[in-house]
T-cell receptor
Framework: DAMVIQNPRYQVTQFGKPVTLSCSQT?????MYWYQQKSSQAPKLLFH???????NEADTPDNFQSRRPNTSFCFLDIRSPGLGDAAMYLC?????????????FGPGTRLTVL | RKEVEQDPGPFNVPEGATVAFNCTYS??????FFWYRQDCRKEPKLLMS???SGNEDGRFTAQLNRASQYISLLIRDSKLSDSATYLC????????????FGAGTRLAVHP
């Protein structure tokens, strides 16, 4: 049973051409995250939603935006992808009630920028 | 200094070997600690949480030393299927379940 789903699994875009990655979850978790992971590096948190509240990391470039239209869906928009944005983009979810819980990851979208 | 530091490896070990990974973290206010496993080109998955008293799950044992801000993972009787990258993960104190990931330690188990 898929719990965190990401589409597409592979995305190829051209330099500067906007791209949207999508994430959906069946866990009804109130927190959703977007991470960027480059080869041999740690997943890097870009931003997260706590319910509808958007929380941007201080070092996330303005080129990256996100939308969460409802509990189940979250989107990552890259307005003008550069070659340095080629990476695996991971969506994760967790519940939040004051304790720290496991984050569940989707399979990721591997982005290639030509 | 990175918030979570790990030896990147790779650790190349034969089947049946015991292998230990170490991790240090910088924020003494962190309260929750985890080991995640990540297979090549796949997503991270929780291996085990790490408790102050130490905890064991089958062949895997995790230890936490708060005074030294040090976490360890011990794998006994290594299997070929244990080959993966092991990520040390620490919660960011004060955040909504924000986790800080180490870059991972790569393990390769050979026949």
């Amino acid at each position: 049973d898929a719990m965190v789903i990401q589409n597409p699994r592979y995305q190829v875009t051209q330099f500067g051409k906007p791209v949207t990655l999508s994430c959906s979850q069946t866990l009804n978790h109130n927190v959703m995250y977007w991470y960027q992971q480059k080869s041999s590096q740690a997943p890097k948190l870009l931003f997260h939603y706590y319910d509808k509240d958007f929380n941007n990391e201080a070092d996330t470039p303005d080129n990256f935006q996100s939308r969460r239209p409802n509990t189940s869906f979250c989107f990552l928009d890259i307005r003008s992808p550069g070659l340095g944005d080629a990476a695996m983009y991971l969506c994760a979810t967790s519940r939040e009630d004051g304790s720290v819980y496991e984050q569940f990851f989707g399979p990721g979208t591997r982005l290639t920028v030509l | 200094r990175k918030e979570v530091e790990q030896d990147p490896g790779p650790f190349n070990v034969p089947e049946g070997a015991t292998v230990a990974f170490n991790c240090t973290y910088s924020n003494s206010a962190s309260q929750s600690f985890f080991w995640y496993r990540q297979d090549c080109r796949k997503e991270p998955k929780l291996l085990m949480s790490v408790y102050s008293s130490g905890n064991e799950d089958g062949r895997f044992t995790a230890q936490l030393n708060r005074a030294s801000q040090y976490i360890s993972l011990l794998i006994r009787d290594s299997k070929l299927s244990d080959s993966a990258t092991y990520l040390c993960v620490v919660n960011k104190a004060g955040g909504y379940n924000k986790l800080i990931f180490g870059a991972g330690t790569r393990l390769a188990v050979h026949p």
